[in-house]
Every structure is written in C-alpha cells, then in structure tokens.
C-alpha cells in the first residue's frame, strides 16, 4: 500500500506514465494525425488508485465531465 498516493499522482511526469504503459503493453502504433491532433483534444489524464491491486490506472475524460 502506497501511503500518499495524491502526492505521486501530483508529481508524476507524462514520461513516467508513458514508460510505465510501454513496459506493461509493449510497442503501441498511433496513427500520424491522432498523435499531431493530440494537443488539440479537449481530453484530461484521469489517474486512479487501487489499492488491491496495487496498481494506477490511466485514462481519458472529455474536459466539460466532472
């Protein structure tokens, strides 16, 4: 069990999260304009904690969701 889980979510770095993801599913293909458009989605990284796992899950939410 991790005791402050907020502080690690706080301070994570994209290349962390994108490092962590490479070592679990190995090589992943996105396509060109997906990957170019990235930056103009009105998208936010959601990262939960499981405790039973443990383990981070990482996913997207549309910036306008609560």
């Known amino acids: 069990m991790i005791e402050n889980v907020e502080g690690i979510i706080e301070s994570?770095?994209?290349n962390q999260i994108l490092v962590?993801?490479?070592e679990?599913?190995?090589k992943i293909t996105v396509p060109t304009l997906k990957f170019l458009d990235a930056a103009?989605?009105?998208k936010e990284l959601v990262?939960?904690?499981d405790e039973t796992g443990?383990?981070?899950?990482f996913s997207l939410r549309d910036k306008?969701?609560?």
């Open 47 to 49: 990262i939960d904690y």
């Open 24 to 26: 679990e599913q190995g």
């Open 12 to 14: 994570v770095s994209i």
């Open 54 to 57: 443990p383990s981070f899950t």
């Open 40 to 42: 103009n989605v009105d």
């Open 64 to 66: 306008n969701e609560q």
């Open 20 to 22: 962590s993801i490479l």
